[in-house]
C-alpha cells in the first residue's frame, strides 16, 4: 500500500507567504520590492529590471530560485511501474542520473499538469510539477507498493542559467559540469556542500540546476556570486518576469497560463489534451495501460479541432490577450495566450490556442489588438505567422562540453 510523508517547516502565522531558503539575500538584492506568490512562497518578479534579467540569461549568467516548485520523492519497489502508469511517456526506458519531461492526465484524456521526472537512483524517483500534486499521486497510487514525500520545503534549488552558467559553477569549486549532457545528473560537492546538479532549465538556453539541503542554502547561494565578486563572471538574480520573457521564447508552455488545467476548467470545453497542446510527442500508447489512454487513444483517430501554436506577431504593439481572426473583422478563431516582445529577436512572440479545420490550421490569422495612447484606448490589427520551431533555439543549450569563458 501507498505511504505519504508529508514535511512542513513551522512557520509563523503572521506570515501571509513562506520565505525561502535563499529569502535573506534574495531581499537583500530585491531592489524594487516586487513580490509575487510562487505555491505559497514570496517569489520576486523583477529584482532590478526585465531588461537587465532578460540579458543575463540570454547574455552572461542568471540565478533564480527555485524551492517553490512543486517536488514530489517517489520510492518502493513500483515507484517505476506507479509512475509509468501515471504520466504518457514511456519511461521504463529512463535511465539512473538523467531527467525527462513528462505530462499527465485523467481518465478522460485531459492534462492535469506537467513536469520532469529525476531518475536519481534505482527505485528512487523526483518529481517537479508546478502545481500542487500530491492528492492526485496518493490517489493513482492506490494498489501500489510506493512512498510518496512531499519534499518541496525539504530541498532548495537554484537554476543557473545562461551562456556563462557551466563557467560560472565550474569556478565557483563544482567539479564535472562540462561533462553533463542536457538532462544529465551529477553530484558533487561546493566548498564542502553536497549538491545535486542536473543540466536542465526553463530557458532555452544553456543552464543547470543545482539541488541542496536547505540549511546550506545561503552558503551554496554565496559560493555562486563570489564568482562575480571576483569580477571574473557577471551574475543576476532573475524574478518570475524575466523567466516568463524567455520561456516564451523557447516556446514552452505554463499550465494555468497557456491553458486551462483539467482541475481548474469549469467548463467542459475548457480543458484540453496533449493533442491540442502539440504535445503528441509525449504520448506512447505502446506501452501498458497508463491513465486517460482509452480517451487518447480514441481521440488520435480524430482530426483536431484546435491547438496551442506558436505565434510571429507582426507591429510592436504586444498583443496581450488579443482575439485572434481568420480576416480582418472576420470570424474569431483563437485567443492569444501568452506573448511578449522579444528583446533579442525583435518582434512579438506568443503561445495562441487557435481553431482548426479538418485538422489544419487556418491559411490566415490575424489579432486585433487593443492598446492606450493618451489615455484612450485604440485597436489595431496585426498579420500573425505560425511557427512549428520555437522562436529561440541555441546551440549551446545542448552542446557538450559547452563553451569556456
Known amino acids: 500500500m501507498p505511504t505519504q510523508t508529508n514535511s512542513h517547516p513551522a512557520t509563523d502565522f503572521r506570515e501571509v507567504l513562506q520565505p525561502s531558503p535563499f529569502q535573506t539575500r534574495i531581499d537583500e538584492q530585491c531592489l524594487v520590492q516586487d513580490w509575487m506568490s510562487w505555491n505559497g512562497y514570496k517569489t520576486a518578479r523583477v529584482f532590478d529590471t526585465l531588461a537587465s534579467e532578460y540579458f543575463a540569461v540570454r547574455s552572461t549568467c542568471s540565478v533564480m530560485d527555485l524551492t517553490p516548485m512543486e517536488k514530489y520523492r517517489i520510492t518502493g519497489p513500483d515507484a517505476q511501474t506507479f509512475l509509468n502508469r501515471l504520466v504518457t511517456r514511456d519511461i521504463s526506458t529512463l535511465k539512473p542520473r538523467r531527467v525527462t519531461y513528462v505530462i499527465w492526465c485523467n481518465d478522460e484524456g ?10 536519481l537512483s534505482e527505485g528512487d524517483y523526483r518529481l517537479c510539477s508546478q502545481h500542487h500534486q500530491l492528492d492526485w499521486l496518493l490517489l493513482s497510487s492506490l494498489g501500489f507498493d510506493v512512498n510518496i514525500e512531499q519534499e518541496t520545503h525539504n530541498i532548495a534549488a537554484l537554476a543557473v542559467q545562461g551562456p556563462t552558467s557551466c563557467s560560472v559553477l565550474t569556478a565557483a569549486g563544482i567539479a564535472g559540469m562540462e561533462q553533463l549532457k542536457p538532462f544529465d545528473i551529477g553530484y558533487s560537492t561546493l566548498n564542502g556542500i553536497d549538491v545535486m546538479v542536473s543540466r536542465t532549465g526553463f530557458t532555452g538556453d544553456l543552464g543547470y540546476e543545482v ?145 482548426f479545420v479538418k485538422g489544419k490550421p487556418p491559411e490566415n490569422i490575424w489579432a486585433e489588438i487593443y492598446y492606450q495612447k493618451e489615455l484612450e484606448w485604440r485597436a489595431t490589427w496585426a498579420k500573425c505567422t505560425m511557427s512549428t520551431k520555437p522562436f529561440w533555439s541555441h546551440p549551446r543549450s545542448s552542446i557538450t562540453p559547452p563553451n569556456k569563458f
Open 211 to 355: 539541488w541542496a539541503d536547505p540549511t546550506k542554502a545561503l552558503a551554496v547561494w554565496d559560493a555562486i556570486f563570489a564568482v562575480k565578486e571576483q569580477g571574473l563572471f557577471d551574475i543576476r538574480p532573475i524574478g518570475l518576469g524575466a523567466l516568463d520573457m524567455v520561456r516564451i521564447e523557447a516556446g514552452f508552455i505554463m499550465p494555468g497560463d497557456d491553458f486551462n488545467t483539467a482541475e481548474t476548467a469549469v467548463r467542459a470545453d475548457r480543458d484540453r489534451s496533449p493533442f491540442e497542446l502539440g504535445l503528441a510527442w509525449l504520448v506512447s500508447f505502446k506501452k501498458p495501460y497508463f491513465t486517460g489512454k482509452k480517451a487518447l487513444l480514441a481521440e488520435s483517430k480524430m482530426l483536431t479541432g484546435r491547438r496551442l501554436v506558436r505565434l510571429s506577431v507582426e507591429g510592436n504593439k504586444t498583443p496581450t490577450d488579443a482575439f485572434l481572426y481568420d480576416s480582418k473583422g472576420g470570424s474569431r478563431i483563437g485567443t492569444i495566450k501568452s506573448c511578449v516582445w522579444s528583446p533579442i529577436l525583435k518582434m512579438n512572440v506568443s503561445l495562441a490556442d487557435v481553431e
Open 110 to 119: 485531459k492534462v492535469l499538469d506537467d513536469g520532469t521526472i529525476f531518475h
